[in-house]
């Protein structure tokens, strides 16, 4: 079993900034990717980025350019750096682990328990 606990989430205008983290205990095998869905409300839940065991990383294009996704694999912890937010960027934010193929089709089976992110002046 793996267990993710995030902590970073709030409150912020728009085009502030915001650091996300998740840090992952457990059953942990380090060739497995990590990454950050979101989910708005009345929305389907959406991948923003991953990042594998080989540091490669995808974004969604709403966030290219203003997010970035790194790891620190000797913590097990992924950190979702967001810059310059916008109100369409509020939703709950899960940090997710699995293997990459699982996870980059959404059907990563470790999840954290979310975390809220509101852009809002």
């Known amino acids: 079993q793996v267990q993710l606990v995030e902590s970073g989430g709030g409150l912020v205008q728009p085009g502030g900034s915001l650091r996300l983290s998740c840090s992952a205990s457990g059953s942990i095998f380090s060739l497995n990717a990590m990454g950050w869905y979101r989910q708005a409300p009345g929305k389907q839940r959406e991948l923003v980025a991953a990042?594998?065991?080989?540091?490669?990383?995808n974004y969604a294009d709403s966030v290219k350019g203003r997010f970035t996704i790194s790891r620190d694999k000797a913590k097990n912890t992924v950190y979702l750096q967001m810059n310059s937010l916008k109100p369409e960027d509020t939703a709950v934010y899960y940090c997710n682990y699995d293997a990459e193929q699982l996870l980059l089709r959404g059907l990563g089976r470790y999840w954290g328990q979310g975390t809220q992110v509101t852009v809002s002046s």
């Open positions: 990042i594998t065991s080989r540091g490669s990383t």
